[in-house]
């Protein structure tokens, strides 16, 4: 059994003279221990909604989730709020997008990590400190005694995404689920990140869920690939299987637009026309419909389903899909 299995989840935002929105329009996938499952798309298509509904973090005010949500076998969505917050932090934990939002600017670091070893490990005093230190040079935060005194507008970047990861992996979580962590970082900084996440699952077993845009993350770290398009993933595959043969017009979109390091000098880029906001309800077709270039009348006739056009474990929500390797492009091993 998965650790993390996610079964049509849905997340619709309303409330009374509102017109309800869906963000999130069944989504289902699973995550198994040691196991790294990414999750892909454009801003909009609902990954990061996704991962706050998983941790219980969206408000409460206008809010609808239905599906389920099993955590080693629990429900999330059926756990009492009192459960759920010692499962948050303990067994489940998130790095969020925006370090510098996500911490308190007038809390010292060291006190922010602290008050995690204290309310789920029970330690106190010194212990605590010496434990905060332990977990800020854990993730490569030069100086950790010093840096503890600190707050966060004085540490760089690096070092604040780096302080919420030890916050994250304070109480040796089961599940990690990392929001965008290497936003707005350097390439080199983005690097030491990503080395980090992975040495976490593989010395930890930590099971790993990866919310990303970037291609090039899920290329270096994840195992399984799900692309959302809309609130639905509109393709599942292994990370091989993905790069290899990119099956969904807006996965294969993806992957074209990237710019190639063997490509001809000033050959043009090949962009998905449009934007998130050119798209159709999924009950009347396709969302994707208005901005792809292999539309057919048939993706005007209801939902399409995922399906398996090329390889078992492949799925694809698409009635006219990529079955040529044009553009396959090369992974990493």
């Given at each position: 059994m998965?650790?993390?299995?996610?079964?049509?989840?849905?997340?619709?935002?309303?409330?009374r003279g509102r017109k309800a929105s869906r963000a999130v329009d069944g989504v289902s996938f699973e995550v198994d221990q040691g196991q790294v499952v990414g999750l892909v798309g454009e801003s909009g298509c609902g990954k990061s909604v996704t991962s706050l509904a998983?941790?219980?973090?969206?408000?409460?005010?206008?809010?609808?989730?239905?599906?389920?949500?099993?955590?080693?076998?629990?429900?999330?969505?059926?756990?009492?709020?009192?459960?759920?917050?010692?499962?948050?932090?303990?067994?489940?934990?998130?790095?969020?997008?925006?370090?510098?939002?996500?911490?308190?600017?007038?809390?010292?670091?060291?006190?922010?990590?602290?008050?995690?070893?204290?309310?789920?490990?029970?330690?106190?005093g010194e212990a605590a400190?010496?434990?905060?230190?332990?977990l800020l040079d854990r993730v490569g935060i030069p100086d950790p005694t010093r840096r503890l005194k600190e707050y966060p507008h004085q540490l760089s970047g690096g070092m604040r995404q780096r302080a919420l990861i030890a916050?994250?992996?304070a109480c040796a979580p089961r599940l990690l689920i990392a929001d965008e962590p290497t936003t707005a970082l350097d390439v080199t900084i983005q690097a030491q990140i990503l080395e980090l996440l992975k040495e976490l699952v593989d010395q930890e077993g930590t099971a790993l869920l990866m919310i990303t845009h970037d291609l090039g993350v899920v290329a270096g770290l994840c195992d399984q690939v799900n692309v959302l398009y809309a609130g639905k993933v509109v393709e599942s595959a292994g990370r091989r299987e993905l790069f290899a043969h990119p099956t969904h017009p807006y996965?294969?979109?993806?992957?074209?637009?990237?710019?190639?390091?063997?490509?001809?000098?000033?050959?043009?880029?090949?962009?998905?026309?449009?934007?998130?906001?050119?798209?159709?309800?999924?009950?009347?077709?396709?969302?994707?419909?208005?901005?792809?270039?292999?539309?057919?009348?048939?993706?005007?006739?209801?939902?399409?389903?995922?399906?398996?056009?090329?390889?078992?474990?492949?799925?694809?929500?698409?009635?006219?899909?990529?079955?040529?390797?044009?553009?396959?492009?090369?992974?990493?091993?």
């Open positions: 998965s650790l993390l299995t996610v079964d049509e989840l849905t997340v619709t935002f309303g409330g998983l941790m219980g973090l969206l408000p409460a005010k206008g809010l609808t989730i239905g599906g389920r949500a099993e955590f080693d076998g629990t429900d999330l969505f059926t756990m009492s709020p009192s459960a759920r917050r010692d499962l948050r932090g303990s067994e489940m934990a998130m790095i969020f997008q925006d370090p510098l939002s996500s911490l308190n600017p007038v809390v010292p670091i060291g006190v922010q990590v602290t008050e995690i070893l204290e309310r789920h490990r029970g330690m106190k400190r010496k434990e905060a230190a332990h916050m994250a992996v996965a294969h979109g993806l992957l074209g637009s990237i710019p190639r390091l063997d490509a001809p000098r000033g050959e043009p880029l090949n962009p998905i026309r449009g934007s998130i906001n050119d798209r159709i309800a999924w009950a009347d077709g396709c969302a994707f419909a208005p901005r792809c270039d292999r539309y057919e009348m048939g993706c005007l006739s209801g939902t399409p389903q995922l399906g398996e056009p090329r390889a078992a474990g492949h799925q694809v929500r698409c009635v006219n899909p990529v079955l040529d390797d044009a553009k396959a492009e090369e992974v990493p091993a």
